[in-house]
Structure formats: C-alpha cells, structure tokens
C-alpha cells in the first residue's frame, strides 16, 4: 500500500491554499484544486495518473523463443498519447502485440524506472514516430480496446491490427518456439466496419468510383496484394481525395 502521508499533508495544503486564495467563481475553483493534484501526482509518484494507470509489465515470455512479442522490434521508441483533450509527448513506448497492450516505460523521482501497460479505454490515439494507433471501432471490449494502425484517414479510413502468437518449431532449429504474426485489413467508412482482402471490398463501397480508382492504381504502378500495405494506402489516400472533391 501507498504512503498516504504525504497525501495528507498535501489536502492540508490544498486546504490553505483554497481558503486564503480570492473569492472567485466555483468553476475556476474547481479548475485550479484539479491542477493542483495533477501537479502533486506528477511530483510525487513521477507520472500522471491518468496515463500510469495499468497493471506492471515484466517484459516478453522468457524461454527458448525465436522472434519477439513487438509490433516494430525490441527497442523502446518515442511517441505520445492522447487521453481526451490531453497529450503526453516525449514518451518510451512498445506495443506487445502478444497481448494487445502498449507499454510505457517512466523514471520516477527517485530515479526508479517501471513499466506499466497502458489502460487502452480512455486513450483516443498514439503516435510512435511516423505511425499512428487508433482504438478499432466497433470493438466489443470497451476496456481493452484492440489498437489499430491508421494508414489512410478521411471519409474511408485504411486501418491494419497485428497480432503475434507462439507456435512449436519443426524441431530442427536452435528454439522449440517461433512467434507467429496475424495481419488484418480493414475499411472503416459511414460507421461501418469491413474486412480488407481485396479491390472489391473498395468497389462495393463506391462502385461510383471504380473506374477512376482502377486507373488511377494503373498509372501509378500500384500492387494491391494482401502485403502491400502502402501501396494500398497511397490507393485509399486517392479514394478520399475523389470522395472530397464531388462534394
């Protein structure tokens, strides 16, 4: 359990300070008291407590493993989030795809370093260098909400999810597991949510604009197979531009 009493002598405090500050409408009031224990949480435990909320991580399965749990590589990598109205900037972040959950790495005050998993229902989106992550719409978890990859936003966005799971080996290599990676594609267009195997996907949804995106995808020399996640973006990234401009 936390020692709470320098949490007392905070409220003590907060009390002094709230009765000897001017006369002033609730509101602000309310405002300045929710700075002010924002500002203590930040001092004492090293970390707001609306972004530190999740359970300790204790890093990847141990054991004899080829491969790794992440979504890019085992390195810790710069990005934000956004809870609400609110961004964190500067942060170390992974995203364990084995278990769906971001993890975030902090240094306390004194100079402790935790890792804590990311609680995924408040979060609104997250950036980690040129990529961002989304909660997948539709999701039926509204705690542990799935993150997805945007790739192409606008009226249709392009989202992909990743996932990994262990798996035996032949028995011929140096590892008894390997992990595994599961790539899905989806189209999120008017609140609805659908699977992103092929062209025709696209086409049932704007068959208006079929012939323009076919050409368009001939000219720019773009494959549209199920690992060509770019050129398929570059693809969608077209779609929006048409869908905007016949306003």
Not at 46 to 74: M, N
Not at 132 to 143: A, H, M, Y
Not at 188 to 193: G, I, L
């Amino acid at each position: 359990m936390k020692n709470l009493y320098p949490l007392t002598i905070f409220f003590i405090l907060l009390n002094i300070l709230v009765t000897q500050a001017p006369v002033s409408a609730q509101g602000s009031m309310e405002v300045s008291e929710s700075r002010l224990l924002s500002e203590y949480f930040d001092n004492v435990y090293g970390a707001d407590e609306r972004l530190v909320s999740g359970p300790f991580y204790y890093g990847a399965i141990r054991g004899s493993i080829q491969g790794h749990p992440y979504y890019f590589d085992e390195d810790w990598k710069t990005g934000s989030v956004e809870i609400g109205d609110v961004r964190f900037d500067n942060l170390l972040l992974k995203y364990d795809i084995s278990i769906d959950q971001f993890i975030l790495k902090y240094i306390t005050t004194n100079n402790a370093s935790y890792q804590v998993g990311l609680r995924s229902g408040n979060i609104t989106k997250i950036i980690v260098g040129l990529h961002t992550f989304v909660p997948l719409p539709e999701s039926r978890d509204t705690i542990s909400v799935p993150f997805a990859e945007l790739l192409s936003d606008g009226k249709v966005q392009y989202m992909v999810t990743k996932s990994k799971y262990l798996v035996l080996t032949n028995g011929s290599g140096m590892t008894d597991y390997v992990y595994k990676e599961n790539l899905r594609q989806y189209l999120y267009t008017n609140n609805q949510m659908v699977p992103f195997r092929g062209k025709k996907a696209l086409f049932n949804l704007y068959p208006e604009l079929k012939a323009q995106l076919k050409q368009y995808a001939r000219k720019n020399g773009l494959v549209l197979g199920p690992s060509k996640l770019q050129d398929k973006a570059k693809w969608i990234d077209q779609c929006n531009y048409l869908l905007e401009a016949g306003k």
